[in-house]
């Protein structure tokens, strides 16, 4: 879902769809993920023993990404928004890599070290707070969905789209925008003659 938030934006941008189409395109997937990963925690859930080590561990990850942001106050909040940029900055990054290689193993190399990084410094993914969050409320965490929404999605789907679209989509632009007619000719190298001065 979230390499949209880059990949479509360049889109609107270049004039190939519409702001229509992007929230269009947006509003389904968003629900989409949301309903199938509800589902997928809810039968997750069902196979484990609510004193297992991993209900434990969800519990926890459920409560630290929301009621550890709330105890912040204002400054949870900056930090959850920081914390979704820089993920999805990794994300669409690893989407756009894996698009320059045409071998499956080339595409894997490409999307690996961005998502490792952003797995490993412990950023914000709205997809895999949909998993997580839901999934430790569901074993007993002291979340509520106010808390869910408010302290963790709504800012980290935000802080989302913000860096996908900003840090990597406005950086392909501003990167591989098309030279102007005529830029190519003003940019040549002293000394070498372009086309048109050749037939003249």
């Not at 389904?28 to 199938?36: D, H, M, S, Y």
């Not at 925690?41 to 196979?47: C, D, I, K, P, S």
């Not at 080590?53 to 959850?80: C, D, F, N, P, R």
Request: glycine share 10%; hydrophobic share 55%.
């Amino acid at each position: 879902m979230t390499g949209n938030f880059a990949l479509i934006p360049l889109a609107v941008r270049e004039r190939k769809t519409t702001l229509g189409a992007l929230a269009t395109n947006w509003s389904w997937v968003f629900v989409g993920n949301l309903l199938c990963i509800l589902f997928y925690a809810l039968l997750f859930v069902l196979t484990l023993a609510p004193e297992s080590e991993m209900a434990k561990q969800l519990i926890a990850v459920s409560e630290a990404k929301t009621l550890g942001y709330a105890h912040l106050g204002a400054g949870g909040l900056t930090v959850v928004v920081s914390k979704a940029i820089l993920c999805n900055w990794m994300v669409t990054l690893g989407v756009a890599m894996a698009l320059t290689s045409q071998s499956t193993i080339g595409k894997i190399a490409a999307m690996w070290l961005p998502i490792l990084t952003f797995f490993a410094q412990g950023f914000e993914h709205s997809v895999v707070n949909m998993f997580v969050i839901p999934a430790g409320m569901l074993l007993g965490a002291h979340v509520s969905l106010g808390d869910w929404w408010i302290w963790n999605q709504i800012p980290v789907t935000l802080g989302n789209i913000a860096g996908g679209m900003l840090f990597t989509g406005l950086a392909l632009h501003l990167t591989h925008a098309k030279v102007p007619a005529g830029g190519a000719s003003r940019a040549a190298a002293p000394g070498i003659r372009t086309e048109a001065a050749a037939e003249r």
